[in-house]
């Protein structure tokens, strides 16, 4: 079973930044897929960010394309997001998933990983 734990959420100022980290607890396989996906109440999951590992594929959501970067530290076995330029409406409890296989773009949001971590809370005021 794979442990994921995620850390690094916060509070911060619109335009600030922050880098979530998600630790798996052993090594998934020799490839596979890991993203970060977020949730705010009253709204509907959103994935913002999906990466192939051991790949090339790597898309993001419209909303945080250009501000948010993920990439993986397979020494480390950590998923990382790096947020810029954050916005109030970027607050939510952000999680990170991994799986087999990616999820297409069309069903990326409603996804329902192999493994999850328990989140961890960003808040974005103005």
């Known amino acids: 079973q794979v442990q994921l734990v995620e850390s690094g959420g916060g509070s911060v100022q619109a335009g600030g930044s922050l880098r979530l980290s998600c630790v798996q607890s052993?090594?998934?396989?020799?490839?596979?897929?890991m993203g970060w996906f977020r949730q705010a109440p009253e709204k509907e999951r959103e994935a913002v960010a999906v990466m192939y590992i051991g790949g090339t594929t790597i898309y993001y959501s419209d909303s945080v394309k250009g501000r948010f970067t993920i990439s993986h530290d397979n020494a480390r076995k950590t998923l990382y997001l790096r947020m810029n330029s954050l916005k109030p409406e970027d607050t939510a409890m952000y999680y990170c998933?991994?799986?087999?296989?990616?999820?297409?773009?069309?069903?990326?949001?409603?996804?329902?990983?192999?493994?999850r971590g328990q989140g961890t809370q960003v808040t974005v005021s103005s």
């Open positions: 052993t090594y998934f396989a020799s490839n596979y897929c």
């Open positions: 998933g991994a799986d087999f296989v990616c999820p297409a773009r069309t069903t990326a949001d409603t996804w329902t990983w192999l493994h």
